[in-house]
């Protein structure tokens, strides 16, 4: 079935953040930091106060009595060592990262704000910047924590043979084709602050504004209007948007902030920017006995919105698909001047994948076996489920194995392989594997549903897309469990004032959470055609899917120019409610994970410059470098909710670099080449190839 | 991201724009299809205190043939270019930018922008092209593309000056084309390109051969070596020297993300490519 929400998108009436037009609307731009480490001496903004158009200039000085914002600091049940860094509104006497915002100017226009940001002269005293979270000096250890289960210690003493290594996985930014924006106003009369925000669920903001700005949340409606992309990198509001929330207050008018390409670039949070030394002991029959590892994350200037939750989450499942009966991790942070770390679709999983794929290439070429035969000797059983792994996270539901087998048979491998091998040193040929495991659902979402005397069915969900098919998934689970036509099924979610209150759309969360509180509220209708309402909220722990990719690549010597030939997904997210939207998301997931494969890279000088600020610097994909990709699905329901449906939305980003990380590294193995980092780079695998 | 406040002229005739450049020329931006110049404008890395739109000057757009040379307006859009007339130019086009790019973005505008990594402009390069100036004082004078180019970002072209016309003489008989490019990604910004012209004598070897490189170096610039290493010999026997002498004597624009041995490498192989195709 198709998106029946896309009219709208394609003939270009959908309503974004920007498009959202009030009369005596100001807009809002900010002076951002040219140093990327700096105390901030003095502010004179008198000349920016007078030039023509503005309403308002505001410093840190004016904000006082707001709070700064803090993120979800570490795992909850994880102890951790923790410096409470959180990010402030504006910077108040230091900066901490190049593009930082250390004045708002308010204006009639956005032109009249910027041409008075360049008024503003703020008298800075530069000092050092820390940029590779790798060398930082033990100062900047934001947090540390460390967990171990089982004998890591007599498994590595007792190991037939260990294998190590360390991979540099670098920052990215998750570039939606919408920036961050938002347009507060503010009604005197009902004291009543609306914020019209491009996010990814209205409940979570309306929290963090409300803290920030010590409002009563039941006075603060967020609305979601059409979202252009978000990946992770709208879930939280940003400084930005609660300096301009508060503005409308002051002011008395509407004020909006609609942030461009360049600010994007410059201060939103980054995701990935993790490195990890792993060891894993191993079995001479391939069996991994212990794994043991050290993250180092990038944690940026300040903790906000995440801290050490993504990194210590990411940690636990760095034993992946397998089983594996021990594992120590530690996970520390430090502070770099860059913005903070974030999530970025897949948000620890990706990392996480990749150490677990990586160290089982590594292990597999240490003991001389096929890559796929010792996946196969390790994989976690379909008969183990639920499964606890090391570090206690619980994999519900399962058959990796046969994600494999229908991948390989989607390939063919054995073609590719005698290709592979009479490929020659000008163009090698290189197949790689990932079995990977997907962390999905958890925690709640809630629905609502009102049946009217017609008949007419209306949703309210606290799920909230931006671009993910809402309209159309919902409605086809509240058609097919009332056995009404899809036509009766109108979806409404992204206002705080009409839908439940939930957490919103990221983490693959959707189907599986607010879809089953939806089929919990329709189960509680009666059975017969009377008008009636109901509620439910839906919870769970995590759900774990799962697949299988292979990936096959050729790399040009002469150029080193990496050429993806073929690339096959198995996925098993359960029970899959619409395929075209599930197929959607694998093979959109699949690009951004090739992105990251070739081309992107956060890049920054030794003194904390950004170089990489256009996309003329950070090279995105497009469908044109959609390689050879064909999907499937095994169906294993999960048992922990009435849909069976475990969440699918960061699969290709987390399942193909691993696979063509191992492509990579096994086309460049007759060079002598163990592991390449992200990005492949054509310099880069032309230097490995030609030294 | 928004620019700097300036004076808006929507001239319809060439006279018209020469007049306003004559007055205004040092302070002046000319406006074609804006897909360098409204970055740049809004970036604020430019700051003109005027935008002199070109878009309604009807006479400077299309493409006509005369005895064989192609005579190409300076406002024809690159899409116009790539669906027709010249194979190198075609060829080369499909690889500037994305389709969007190519339906707004002009010829004259490639030329005069002169980013070293823009495709157009080696390519005319290749084909000895030459471009029609005119200035409400000077006249008309005439640049071969061999001299157009003197910088990054910077042709032989005036502040008061206007690029009309761009000529492309027709290919001596027996000669081939071809190009090649390497770029992060389609549509990307290239990190090299090659143009390649190539005629043989009758006997099969080569008679002359035109190579122009663009993005690798800090100006499209001829391979002069490269291409007199040709002359004489037939081609499968000469190409791989040909690129050796093509990496050896290029100035690599190398920076902090990419190495002047990579670039010289990249050069040679897409010298190679380049010169197969052209002798195929």
Redesign the interface.
Known sequence: MTRREDVAFLQGTARYVDDVAVPGTLHLAFVRSPWAHAEVRSVDADAARRAPGVVAVVTAADLEGLQPLRGQPHIPDLETEFVDTPHPLLAVDRVRYAGQSVVAVVAES??LA??ATELVAVDYEPLDAVVDARTTPPANVVFRSAESAGDVEGAFAAADATVSASLHIPRLVAAPIEPRGLLAQYDADDDLLTITFSTQGPHGPRRVLSQSLGRDPALIRVVVPAVGGAFGSKSAIPPEGVVCAWLAIELGRPVKWIE???ENFLAAYQGRGMDVDAELALRADGRILALRARVVGDAGGYLYPQGAMLFQRSARMFTGAYDVAAAAVEVVGTATNKPPNGPYRGAGRPEAALVAERMIDHAARELGLDPIEIRRRNLVRRDAFPYRNALGMTYDSGDYERCLDDAIALLPLDDWEARRDASPDERPIGIGVATIIELTGGASEAAAVDVDEGGRVVVRTSATAHGQGHDTTFAQIAAEELGVPLEQIEVVYGDSSLVPAGIGTFGSRSVSQAGSALVEALRKLPRDTRPARSEATWESPPLFSSGAWLAVVEIER????LNVLRVVAVDDAGRIVNPLLAEGQVVGGALQGLGQC??EEV?Y?EDGQP?TI?F?DY????A??LPDLETGFVETPSPWNPLGSKGLGESGAIGLPPAVAGAVADALSRFGVRHVDFPF???KL??LM?P | ?????FEYDDPRTVEEVLDLLAEHGDEAKLLAGGQSLV?LL???IVRPARVIDLNGVAELAGVREEDGTLRIGALTRVRELEAGGQPLVADALRHAG?PQIRSRGTAGGAVAHADPASELPAVLLALDASFSIRSARGGERTVAARDMFVGPFTTQLAPHELLVEIAVPPLPPRTGAGFAE?A??????A?AGVAATLTLDEDGTCAQATLAVLAATATPVRLGGAEASLVGRRPDEAIDDAAAVAAREIEPMAN????GD?LR??V???T?RALREAAA
Do not use: C, Q, S
Request: charged share 25%; net charge neutral; no cysteine.
């Open positions: 956005r032109e910027e041409d461009d390409r360049l002469a150029t080193g120019r070739l081309t890049v000088t170089l256009t003329g090279t995105l994909l497009t044109a470098e780079t054509p310099e032309w230097r030609n | 991201m928004k620019p700097v406040a970055p809004n970036f604020r994305h390497a992060p990604a389609h549509g990307a910004f990190t902090e993300r990419i190495g990579y490498a990249l040679a192989e897409l190679r």
